[in-house]
C-alpha cells in the first residue's frame, strides 16, 4: 500500500513572461517577443526576492488546507522562467558557484522538510548560461550580425501586412532556427524539485530530497528577441540548450542529471509514485511520452503516475500525454489563459484542445496582455507506442471534465515583486482543495 492514497494539486498561476513585452506574431503561438527582463543585478538579492513571493504562494495554499491530513500528497506547480537574471539567463563564469545549485540550496532553507509534510514541490525553472568571457560574447561581430538581422526581421513584420508579413515572418524563424543550430552560448533550463521525503531515479536509489531535471527543446521565443531598452542581453538568436539522448529512455540517474523521471519513497523504503516533470515545449516534442515507451521499467506494472509540465506557452495535448489509467496530468502556465478575459479568475470545466479538464486562469489586472493559467486532466486509458503517427499506436483518452472543487487564491505581492515580475502577483489554484483526488497506486495492474 502507498503512503499516499489521495492526491491535491496547486499551481502558482504567475505570469513569468517579460515586461513591455512587443510581439513579433502571435506570441502565445507560433510567436516571439522583444522586451525586457525584471531582475535585480545582484543574483542573490534576485534569489531571494523570487523566493520569498514563492514561499508567499506555498504558503498561501498551505494556510487554506485542513489542519491534520494523512495519506494526502499535495502536488505545488509554478511555471517556467521564475527564475531569471537581468540578461535573460543568469550568467556565471568557469568556477563561479552555478546558479541552479545557489537556487536549489535557497530552496532548501525556505521549504524544510518537517514544515511541509507532504508536499512535492515543483518550483519553477531557471535559465543559466557559463560564459568565460561576457564582455567578448556580447561583442562579437557574430552576435551583432544575429541581433541587427533579427531585430530589421522583427520590425520590418510589425510594419507590413498580408503576403509580406507572411514573407517576413518565415524569414525570421527559419533564421532563428538556422542560429539555434550555431549557438554563440549554451543555455540550460532547469526545474527544481523538492519531495516530502527521499527520492530516488525509478532503478537506481538517490536518497535525496532534492533534485533538477532539465528542458532540451528550444524555441523560438525562450529568449528576448531584443531588449527595448536598449540593454544588452542573450537572445534567442545567439543560444541553445544542451542535446540530451533519451534514445533509451529518461529515468534519472543522479539527482542533478537533465533526465525527467523519478521515483518518490514511500514511508519505511518502499516505492512510492512515479513523476515525470517536463518542461513546456519538451511536451510538444512528446519527450515523457517516448521516455514511457523507450525507458526499461523494473516492473511489468511500472508507469508515469503523475505527468507534470511546469511551462511559459504550453497547455496539455492529448498527443503528448503519458500518464497510464488512473494517472494525472497537471500544466501550470506563465504565459496565458486559457478561456476568456470573463472567466478570469474563476475555475472551469471543459475540453480545452482536446483534452477534458479542469482549469483556472488568470489575467493581469493592470495589463490584460499578462496572463497564466493551470490545467489539470484524469487519464482514463494510457498511451500505446511513442509516435502517435506510427501504426498501432494510440494517444491517451481521458475521464470526462472533472468535476472538482477548485479553490482560487489572490497572492499579496511582497516586497520588491514588481522589480522581479512584469504581469501581477499571480494566483494561487487548488484543485481537490476540501476532497482530495484517488492517487493510483503503482503497485495495481495497469489498464
Not at 208 to 228: G, H
Request: charged residues 20%; aromatic residues 8%; contains cysteine.
Amino acid at each position: 500500500m502507498s503512503q499516499y492514497e489521495k492526491v491535491r494539486f496547486i499551481g502558482y498561476a504567475v505570469p513569468t513572461t517579460p515586461a513591455d513585452i512587443v510581439a513579433v506574431g502571435d506570441p502565445n503561438g507560433t510567436g516571439n517577443v522583444a522586451g525586457t527582463y525584471r531582475a535585480h543585478d545582484d543574483i542573490h538579492a534576485d534569489i531571494a526576492t523570487r523566493g520569498a513571493a514563492l514561499k508567499n504562494a506555498v504558503d498561501t495554499a498551505r494556510a487554506a488546507l485542513p489542519d491534520e491530513e494523512t495519506g494526502v500528497l499535495n502536488v505545488f506547480l509554478a511555471p517556467e522562467f521564475y527564475w531569471h537574471g537581468p540578461l535573460g539567463p543568469y550568467v556565471h563564469a568557469p568556477g563561479e558557484p552555478d546558479p541552479g545549485d545557489l537556487i536549489l540550496e535557497h530552496l532548501g532553507k525556505l521549504f524544510p522538510t518537517d514544515e511541509y509534510p507532504g508536499f512535492l514541490l515543483v518550483l519553477g525553472t531557471a535559465i543559466s548560461a557559463e560564459v568565460a568571457d561576457l564582455g567578448s560574447l556580447m561583442s562579437a561581430p557574430e552576435v551583432a550580425v544575429r541581433n541587427t538581422i533579427v531585430r530589421a526581421l522583427g520590425e520590418g513584420w510589425r510594419e507590413s501586412d498580408g503576403p509580406l508579413a507572411l514573407v517576413i515572418f518565415d524569414s525570421l524563424i527559419n533564421f532563428i532556427k538556422n542560429c539555434h543550430a550555431y549557438p554563440a552560448v549554451e543555455v540550460r533550463n532547469r526545474a527544481f524539485v523538492l519531495g516530502p521525503g527521499d527520492l530516488d531515479g525509478i532503478d537506481t536509489e538517490f536518497g535525496v530530497r532534492e533534485l533538477t531535471t532539465e528542458k532540451y527543446f528550444d524555441s523560438n521565443e525562450d529568449l528576448l528577441l531584443w531588449d527595448v531598452t536598449g540593454k544588452a542581453v542573450i537572445t534567442e538568436q545567439m543560444a541553445a540548450y544542451p542535446i540530451l539522448d533519451t534514445s533509451g529512455g529518461d529515468f534519472k540517474k543522479k539527482p542533478d542529471d537533465p533526465h525527467a523521471l523519478f521515483r518518490m519513497r514511500d514511508e519505511g523504503g518502499s516505492a512510492g509514485p512515479v513523476v515525470g516533470v517536463e518542461i513546456c515545449l519538451d511536451h510538444s516534442d512528446h519527450r515523457m511520452r517516448k521516455a514511457v515507451a523507450r525507458s526499461p521499467w523494473p516492473q511489468r506494472h511500472d508507469g508515469l503516475d503523475l505527468h507534470l509540465v511546469p511551462s511559459c506557452g504550453m497547455q496539455l495535448h492529448p498527443q503528448s500525454v503519458a500518464a497510464h489509467a488512473g494517472g494525472w496530468a497537471f500544466n501550470c502556465d506563465g504565459q496565458y489563459a486559457l478561456g476568456s478575459a470573463d472567466q478570469s479568475g474563476s475555475p472551469q470545466t471543459g475540453t480545452v484542445g482536446s483534452v477534458p479538464c479542469a482549469y483556472a486562469d488568470y489575467v493581469g489586472a493592470a495589463d490584460p496582455g499578462y496572463g497564466a493559467h493551470t490545467q489539470l486532466a484524469w487519464i482514463a486509458t494510457g498511451p500505446r507506442g511513442a509516435n502517435p503517427p506510427l501504426s498501432g499506436s494510440a494517444d491517451a483518452e481521458f475521464h470526462p471534465a472533472l468535476d472538482v472543487d477548485v479553490v482560487v487564491l489572490p497572492v499579496t505581492p511582497g516586497s520588491g515583486f514588481d522589480e522581479c515580475f512584469a504581469g501581477g502577483p499571480g494566483a494561487v489554484h487548488i484543485y481537490g482543495a476540501a476532497k482530495p483526488l484517488p492517487l493510483r497506486n503503482p503497485a495495481s495492474t495497469v489498464v
